[in-house]
Nanobody, 116 residues
C-alpha cells in the first residue's frame, strides 16, 4: 500500500521557520522524483519545490527561492522541506508528491499557518 505521510506543519509567526517531512512507503522511493506543492484557500495548487531521483537536481518556485530548501534521504524514504523566513503568504496546505513517468502519488497534506 502506497503511503505518503506529511508532518511538521503548524502555526508559526512571520519570519519563523518550519521543516516539513514526508515519509514514503509502498513504492521504491529512490526511483521517484519528489515535490512539495501547496494550496492556499481559494487558490490553485502550486508546486513549491522539486528534487530529482538520480541527480537530485532541485527546482524552486520563484516565490520561495533562497528561503526554502528541499532535500531527500533515500535511506529513510523521506523528503523534507526546510522553510525559512516565512511570510503569511506561505499559509496553505502543503502536499508531498511522488512522480515517476505516468505514476503519481499524493500525500494527505499538512497545514502551515503563518501569522503576521
Amino acid at each position: 500500500q502506497v503511503q505518503l505521510v506529511e508532518s511538521g506543519g503548524g502555526l508559526v509567526q512571520s519570519g519563523g521557520s518550519l521543516r516539513l517531512s514526508c515519509a514514503a512507503s509502498g513504492f521504491t522511493f529512490s526511483r521517484f522524483a519528489m515535490s512539495w506543492y501547496r494550496q492556499a484557500a481559494g487558490k490553485e495548487r502550486e508546486r513549491v519545490a522539486a528534487i530529482g531521483n538520480v541527480d537530485e537536481l532541485k527546482d524552486y518556485a520563484d516565490s520561495v527561492k533562497g528561503r526554502f530548501t528541499i532535500f531527500r534521504d533515500n535511506d529513510l524514504n523521506t523528503v523534507y522541506l526546510q522553510m525559512n523566513s516565512l511570510t503569511p503568504e506561505a499559509t496553505a496546505v502543503y502536499y508531498c508528491n511522488a512522480k515517476r513517468l505516468n505514476t503519481v502519488y499524493w500525500g494527505q497534506g499538512t497545514q502551515v499557518t503563518v501569522s503576521s
